[in-house]
C-alpha cells in the first residue's frame, strides 16, 4: 500500500471515528442548551473564515483586490434576501465587472 493511500485510509477511519463520537457520547440524551448554542454558531463562524481567508488571504500578505466587490455585492444580495443562485450571479457579475474595469 502506497503512502497516499495510507493516508486517506486514516483519514476515513479517523473521519467515521469523530462521528460516531456524539451518539455514542450523548446516548440519545440532548446537548445542554447553553453548549448547544455554541455548537450552533460554529459552522457560520467556519464559513465566514474560509470567506474571509479565500477573499483577502494572499502567500504572506493581505490582499485587496477584485473577490472584495464580489463579496461585497454577494453580502448585500444576501442582507435583501435574494436566493442563493442570484447571490453567487450577483457576486460574479460584480467580480467580472470590477476587474473589467479596474
Known amino acids: 500500500m ?3 493511500w495510507l493516508v486517506v485510509a486514516v483519514v476515513g477511519a479517523a473521519t467515521i ?7 455514542v457520547l450523548l ?8 453548549l448547544g ?3 450552533e454558531l460554529l459552522a457560520p463562524a467556519l464559513f465566514a473564515a474560509l470567506i474571509v481567508t ?6 504572506e500578505r493581505i490582499v485587496l483586490d477584485e ?3 464580489g463579496v461585497g455585492a454577494g453580502a448585500v444580495a444576501v442582507v435583501l434576501k435574494g436566493p442563493l443562485l442570484l447571490v453567487i ?3 460574479a ?3 467580472a465587472a470590477a476587474r473589467a474595469f479596474l
Not at 446516548?27 to 447553553?34: N, Q, S, T, V, Y
Open 2 to 4: 502506497s503512502d497516499t
Open 17 to 23: 471515528a469523530l462521528r460516531a463520537c456524539g451518539p
Open 27 to 34: 446516548g440519545g440524551r440532548m446537548l445542554p442548551p447553553r
Open 37 to 39: 448554542e455554541v455548537v
Open 54 to 59: 479565500q477573499a483577502v488571504g494572499g502567500e
Open 67 to 69: 473577490r472584495l466587490v
Open 89 to 91: 450571479v450577483v457576486a
Open 93 to 95: 457579475a460584480a467580480t
